[in-house]
Structures are given as C-alpha cells and as structure tokens.
C-alpha cells in the first residue's frame, strides 16, 4: 500500500516517482472497505489513513475521486438482496431460559411476525402446501440472517470451521459473507457430499439452489478468500456410496472427516454450522421432494439417489402411521421422538417395534453416506444449529434431550430457533419432567441408541 508518494532511490539520491494512489490496488481496496464496510465519512478516511502513515492522499475530495475510481474498475460491487432484510426481534430473556433449560453455550430467540400472512401477500393464489413451505422458507431466512450476524463475531484469526448443507445454512454463511471479519488463516470444511448433482434450474416453486455441504463451505471461504491463508475443502462426492467400505474409501482419500471420528492430519474444526432436516413427505425435505418440469430432475434423482431410493421409501414407510419421521444432522440420520404430551403409555410396545427396525434402516443408510460420523459431530467444540418451525420441533427435542443426557458431549451446543419453537422446547422438558419414572427411563433408553456410529451401533 502507498506509503509515500516520492522516495529516494537508495544509492543514487535521485527522487524516485512511485505509482499514484490511482494505481494502488491495496490503497484502493483499503479505502473502500472504510467507506462501505466501517461506514466512515471522508474526513474519518482521510484521518485513518494518515494515522497508518499513508501520506498519498490529499484530501476529501481526493478520497471521493478513489473511491468512484475503485468503482470503475470494479474493486466495489454491489450486490442487491431484499432477503437479507428479513429480520425480527431477539428475545434475549427467553433465550437464556432455553439456554440454561438444556444446557446450551448460548441461544438465540428470535420473534418472527406475521410470516403467513406476509407471505400470503407476496404469493397470492398459492394453494395451502406451497403458502405453509413459503413460510417455512421465511422462518428460516430470518432464523440465518440472526444466525450469520451472531456467528460473525465468532470467527478469530487461524480459525477452523466447518458447514454442512441446507437453505438454513447457506442463508447464514451467505449473511456472514455479506459483511465479513478481517481474519488470517481462516479454513472452511465442507462435512458431507453432494446430494443433488451441479445441476441447477429456477422454475418457481420448484428451483434447485445450490445448497449441499460444497457449495455452504465455498460462499464462506469467499467472506475470507482475500484474507491470507484462507483455505476451503470440499468433498466433491456423492453423499451416498455403494457400500460402506466405498464410503470409507473415498472419505479416506477425498475428505478432512475420516472413518471413526478422526480428522485428516488431526485437523478437527474448531466451530460448525448445522441446519436440521426432517424427511417427511409433506416438508420439502430434498431426499423425499418429488420435483415435476424439466428433465434433468430425473437425471438428478437417478444419479443421487437411486442407490438408496428403496431404503428411504422403506424407512419412510415404518414411521408413516406415527408420524415420527426421522431427521438428519449434516445429512446424517437419525430417529426422533414423540413430544412427551403425545406419549401414551400404553403405546410403548409399539414405538419399541418402530424404532427397533428404523434404527437399523437408519444405520444401513448411515453407514454408506459420505458425511461426518456423530463422533465427528461430538468432538467439535462448538457446533451452531440454525432451525425452528412445527417440522423440527421433534427433530429438535430429540437433540436437546439427547444432549441432556450427555451434558459433556452434546451434538449442539448453540440454537438459533424462533419464539414459539423455543417454547414449545421448554414447555416439552416441563412435561417430560412430570411423566411417570418408568416412562422417563424408556425416552433415556431410546435416545441413547439413536446417535450411535456404525462401529458401536448394535
């Protein structure tokens, strides 16, 4: 960056003309980043570039001049996005309560208004379906725009994280990128494979976004790919493998997780990003989504998920009566439990019978997905979930209760989630708490099987 205009040339004593502070891309970039990112006034620039012993600039109009310049040649782009304006009010007493309720490092709660009917007005003539999937989007754009704000601060300099997929967390990092730290040596992991092709389309309510694991870890590498030392690994794989010694095999030779909880070199993340996912029919979850229109989609299914496509309809159909659809973590399965209010006591032989057989399904999907093990999960040291809504709600209980009963090795250890669903959380455990003991020890006894890797599964 320009120093000093003029400066002698050593040995020679002549005067030197060094570049213009036109041609000084760091000079430049440095200007604008006070401007657009700092928010500072000319005088402020002029003030802070002085005090950093930058003597090339005149004065404020000089600045002006720079900055339209940096303009010009395209240092400055503007990217215009009314979802990043989507926000609602954080509730910082009902978070500490869901906080200290399940143990969490940190919540945040954030009330969402009006969802439904605000999207009802963007979307009129919508049928029932697409207005509840419309406001589930909405919930969750504003869940990952607080979840990108919060998680921003979080990043220090020679920092290690790791993403997963899915629209909650590719909201996030893309709110994070929107208005990124300065950080050195930061490097981005992406934890699992691809579940769509690189194929993507836009056709109304039917458009493929990039959004598996890849595509999450490359738009946060980019908040940080002019910061020094910025790394990004991707796995560049399909998340389902042929067996699981292929999964093994290609985690060996291709990802940072490696078979039984390990990290290449033992380079563990220090932070993740998790959304959550439930794969029932009606939640538009991508392994259970029928998509109609162009005829890519049947190549896409044929190619992600043909191997797998009969195991999922099977594991679907073992939970359709109780409604108890499984859910994943960074596409990792897992069953879920019923809320203690729609537990009847008599029904425990029958959940028995479902989740005896789930689990194993589960497994076998498990054991050849090309994503992180639980223990992956478990050993990071902090791991942020960004979900909410009536879809997760089991999904959620389900993690929050688990971690209950493994207070030092939970999966999450951070929640962004909205009011209602924080309540709902809360108002379950109080339930939970009143149950009959017997009934209390049968959620222990379920849930301790649920998050188990292969290696130690039954």
Request: glycine share 6%.
């Amino acid at each position: 960056m320009t120093k000093d205009i003029n400066a002698t040339n050593p040995g020679s004593g002549l005067q030197v003309k060094r570049s213009k502070p036109e041609d000084d891309p760091k000079l430049l970039a440095e200007i604008c980043r006070l401007r657009f990112r700092e928010d500072l006034t000319y005088k402020d620039i002029l003030t802070s570039l002085i005090s950093s012993g930058i003597t090339g600039v005149r004065d404020e109009p000089h600045v002006a001049r720079l900055i339209r310049e940096a303009r010009k040649r395209g240092v400055v782009y503007f990217d215009i996005d009314e979802t990043f304006a989507l926000e609602g009010t954080e509730l910082d007493l009902k978070a500490r309560s869901l906080q200290e309720r399940f143990g969490l490092d940190r919540a945040v709660v954030v009330n969402v208004p009006g969802r439904e009917e605000m999207i009802e007005h963007l979307q009129p003539g919508t049928n029932d379906d697409q207005r509840i999937m419309r406001a589930d989007d909405h919930l969750h754009t504003v869940l990952a725009n607080h979840a990108g704000k919060f998680l921003k601060d979080r990043f220090v300099a020679q920092d290690h994280w790791a993403v997963a997929g899915g629209r909650a967390v590719n909201q996030t990092v893309r709110r994070i990128r929107r208005d990124p730290p300065k950080r050195r040596s930061v490097m981005v992991t992406s934890m699992g494979g691809r579940l769509w092709s690189h194929k993507w389309w836009r056709s109304g309510s039917n458009s493929m976004c990039p959004l598996d694991p890849d595509d999450s870890a490359f738009i946060l590498f980019l908040a940080f790919e002019n910061e020094p030392g910025a790394m990004f690994d991707q796995v560049g794989h399909r998340v389902f493998a042929t067996s699981r010694e292929h999964a093994a095999a290609v985690m060996e030779e291709h990802c940072m997780f490696q078979q039984g909880g390990k990290w290449y070199e033992d380079r563990q993340p220090k932070r993740a990003i998790v959304g959550i996912g439930i794969v029932d029919p009606n939640s538009g979850h991508r392994a259970v989504r029928h998509y109609e229109g162009l005829g890519l989609v049947k190549d896409l299914m044929d190619r992600h998920l043909a191997r797998v496509k009969s195991e999922l309809e099977e594991a679907i159909t073992t939970v359709r009566e109780s409604k108890l659809y499984f859910a994943d973590i960074a596409n990792r399965y897992f069953p879920t439990l019923p809320l203690p209010h729609e537990l009847n006591a008599g029904d425990l032989d029958a959940y028995n019978a479902i989740y005896q057989k789930l689990i194993k399904q589960l497994n076998d999907l498990n054991e050849r997905m090309v994503v992180v093990e639980w223990e992956h999960i478990r050993g990071i040291p902090s791991v942020a979930a960004v979900a909410g809504g009536s879809f997760k709600l089991r999904a959620l209980w389900t993690i929050l209760f688990a971690g209950l009963q493994s207070n030092s090795r939970p999966l999450i250890n951070t929640l962004v989630t909205d009011a209602k669903t924080a309540g709902s959380l809360m108002s379950a455990l109080d339930t939970y708490r009143t149950l009959d003991p017997a009934v209390r020890e049968w959620y222990e006894t379920q849930v301790a099987a649920f998050f188990l890797d292969p290696k130690a599964a039954p």
